[in-house]
Structure formats: C-alpha cells, structure tokens
C-alpha cells in the first residue's frame, strides 16, 4: 500500500539556506534547466527515493552482515537485521510519544549504533532528524533547537551536562536519554525524561512504513561560519539517497568492505557514508567516543576489524600516523581507501599511510550545503604512466573531480 502523508505546512524560516538564484549570464542555463515532459514511461514513477528504503535493501540483501560500536565498556556487535529490528521499535516509539510527520527531533549522541537507528528510525516515519554539533556552546546549541522547533531530543548519558545547559533556553517536550542503565541511577534536571531501550523494549515489534515523499526533509545540519548566526540546510531524502550513491560509485564501496565511520555523524550526516555504507550492504565499525590524542585503541581496531574504507580529516589522519610509526608492527591495510577531507592532506602523510600501512589517502572536497560531497580525487588510470611519482603525489592532493549528480561552474566577483 502507498502512504504518502504530507506535513500540513511548509517551513518558512529566515536562516534555512537556499538554492542561489540565477547569476548575471545564466539566462541560458536556466533554460537549458528547463524540464520537458517526453514520451510517458512504464517505470515506477511513484517509488520513492526515500532513505528507509535503503535500510530496507540491506535487510533484505545483507541482513547478516555486521555493525560493529565501541562502548566505554567493550564491543557491541550486531547485524543489520537486529538493527533493523530496534528501527521499527524507534518508529512506533516515536509514534507513541506523539512525534508527527514534519516535526524536528535533535540527537546529542556520539559515532553509535543508536545514533545509527535514529538515522533512519527518525526519518522513516516522516520525522527530521535534526543533527546538533555538542562541540558548540550552549548559547549556539540552543539558538539550533529553537530555530527548528525541535520537540523532543535524543541525549547520550555522558551528554547530560550538555542537555541541562541548553534546557533553560529551549522549549522541549521531552529528552530520550540514551543509557543502558535505569533512568532511577540518574542524576538530572531534565524534564521529562524517557529511556531509549525502556521505549524500545515497550514498543511493537513491525511498523507500516508511509511511502514519503522524496523532496521531505530527511535531516537538518546547521552551518557554523563566521557570518552571523547558524544557518539550517535541510537535506531532502532524495538528497541524501543521490548522495549515498554517489559516494559508493565515487570510493567503489560495496558488501565487501568494512567501513569505518570516523566524522562525526551530527556532521553533515557524518559526510553521508553511513547512508552509503548501509546502500552497499558494507559491514560498518562505528568508533563511539574518542580522542584525536588517544587514537591508539582506533588503530588497533582498525587492523583487527580489517578496515578497507573509513573517512576523516588530517586532524585525525596524522596523530593516526603518529601512533603507527610506534608501532612494532604495522597495521597491513593495503587496498584500503581513506576519505580525508576538511583541509588539504599533507603529501608526506599520504606517502606515511601508503608506506607503513598501504592505504590510500583520498582528498575529497564537500560543504554542508551540497549534503557534503562535490569532489572525490582519484589517479585516473591514463595518467599513472604519464606522470612522474613526483606528479602523481602532488595531484593527489588536490580537489579531484566532480562527483555525479552536481555540476560546478567557476564565477568572479562580477557573476561572470
């Protein structure tokens, strides 16, 4: 059965970020944009390019393939069926707590298999997942919830502090705390609070999934630049199903790989590779809370869980390396593709990682506002003989090329 259930109004806030309008000579572009109705198809037109159905492909195609979370006390493994299973809990969850279609819901939450069934649990049933970076002061967390009106936020126990600093400047009508532990063993001024596994365990078991409409929003990131205020960008689940797609083409991700999700996801989806890695049916290794000073235990992960592809910035690639150099032996992670992006990799931690380990490291370039991936550099096969090993290193630290489905143009200051 289709359901396509639509939120009864549209959102119209000043600081959600826009396509920008056409520029000075775009006037033939624009009518090259223009979309033309051809010959009527056969196809499935009405199929929705929502993202629970990617969780749904993996179910049915991958469903033992594993998802590994570190914890503070050891390693939580499961699969995606089991995964699966708690999603459909999440729904009638937030069902029962009265989330309707189109309302915001705000996640606290480190790199975890929770905050992986609230990436597609909350979205699912027409929610938006609305990611909150717990880097950022009070002031700015809070000015994020009450600018998207959130209703209820998900917090991780070790978040709380975070949670009862912004409380007295929002209003909200409830906080899942995200605990193995009883809600009695804890200590807070949130009010109301529920427990994740308590609403869980309570819930039922099967969800009848609306047939949402592609261009609803699946998740809001807000930018944190130097002018003003932050600014939402409200991703689509077409959006972000696009994107998974192209990120799995672009770093050739498939049910083979073990993927490591090193950004954090209330980042831009955490770059959208846990969508991606969820579309390939790639096994998962989630890192929990850590460190860029302690990223040993990550390491010795890494190698024990044979990581073939991850994602993360030099901020975290190079005290990697650090720790490797030390090592009396080195990790073998020969063939494994490590997304870096943020800032320009250094030539000599790319030469580190492909020497000591044999991974590869590959700039990408993204903003939050293109849900993030624009460019993807790889050595393009014609030029490995045409270069010299010198050429080759100095262009692997450049943007690359664009990735499918996005179309840059380079302007001036003028339009032109």
Known sequence: M???????????FPNILMPMKTRKGDESRRK?????????????????????????HAVRCFAKQEIVSRKPDGIFRYTYQ???ERIK????????????????????????????EMDFGIPGTGAVLLQLNLRLPPPTISYVVNHAEAKFIFVDESLIPVAEAIAPLCKIKGYIILTDKDLSEMKTKLSPVYSYEELLKEAEPEYEWPNLDETSTYAACYTT?????????????????????????STE??????????????????????????????KLLLPGRYAAEDLGSIVELMAKEKVTVGDGAPAIFLPMLRY????????????????????????????????????????????????????I????????????????????????????????????DQGE
């Open 2 to 12: 289709d359901i396509i259930r639509k939120p009864k109004k549209k959102l119209k």
């Open 32 to 56: 090259e944009l223009q979309t033309l109705k051809g010959f009527p198809s056969t196809s499935q037109d009405n199929y929705q390019l929502n993202m629970v159905n990617i969780i749904r």
């Open 82 to 84: 089991d995964a699966y």
């Open 89 to 116: 809990k999440l729904a009638n969850a937030l069902e029962g707590l009265g989330v309707k279609i189109g309302d915001r819901i705000g996640v606290l939450e480190w790199n975890t298999y929770r905050y992986y």
């Open 225 to 249: 630049g130097t002018t003003g205020d932050p600014k939402g960008v409200y991703y689509s689940h077409r959006n972000v199903y696009l994107h998974s797609m192209a990120i799995a083409l």
């Open 253 to 282: 991700l498939s049910y083979r790989d073990c993927f490591l999700q090193m950004v954090p996801m209330f980042h831009a989806m955490g770059w959208g590779t846990p969508q991606a890695a969820t579309l390939a049916g790639a």
């Open 324 to 375: 490797i150099e030390k090592m009396e032996k080195k990790p073998n992670l020969k063939g494994a593709r490590l997304i870096s992006g943020a800032t320009e990799p250094p030539i000599a931690m790319m030469k580190g990682f492909h020497d000591l380990t044999g991974a590869e490291i590959v700039h990408a370039y993204g903003a939050t506002e293109t849900t993030p991936l624009v460019t």
């Open 377 to 412: 550099n790889r050595l393009k096969p014609w030029l490995e003989d045409k270069l010299s090993e010198e050429e080759k290193w100095d262009l692997r630290r450049k943007q690359g090329y664009t990735v499918q489905g996005l179309d840059i143009k380079i302007i001036d």
